[in-house]
């Protein structure tokens, strides 16, 4: 038997933008939590045995600054912003462990609608 793959990817933004930056940002000195939550999302999956199965996933900037902090949860292109550690405790338990995603925390469909497919622009030069 081979090394089962993780069931779950969890991309949490850590971008920063500089003092002064016009752009927010998803980890913010001015918002002490925002520097903490990914390591405590790490912590909570590792105290409950899911590590594994569940990759947590340090990324830059995924585009959607003004409603973060942001995470994206893979399979099924799950945007879920304004995080706190409250939110992620009922995500982890919500979404990762019962499959149920977490409606009021997802992105507005303004922000997050449907995805382009690369063979769709390519095809349409042609």
Not at 84 to 96: P, R, S, W
Request: charged letters at 20%.
């Amino acid at each position: 038997m081979g090394i089962p793959q993780p069931a779950f990817y969890i991309f949490k933004c850590e971008q920063s933008a500089p003092p002064g930056f016009p752009k927010p940002s998803c980890v913010n000195s001015q918002n002490p939590e925002s520097v903490e939550l990914f390591q405590y999302l790490a912590q909570k999956l590792m105290e409950k045995g899911l590590i594994g199965t569940v990759q947590p996933v340090r990324t830059g900037c995924l585009n959607r600054c003004q409603l973060g902090p942001v995470m994206l949860v893979e399979p099924g292109h799950y945007m879920y912003v304004g995080l706190n550690k409250e939110k992620i405790d009922k995500i982890i338990e919500e979404h990762i462990i019962r499959g149920n995603p977490v409606e009021e925390y997802l992105i507005p469909q303004e922000y997050w609608d449907e995805p382009i497919l690369p063979k769709d622009i390519v095809n349409s030069g042609e």
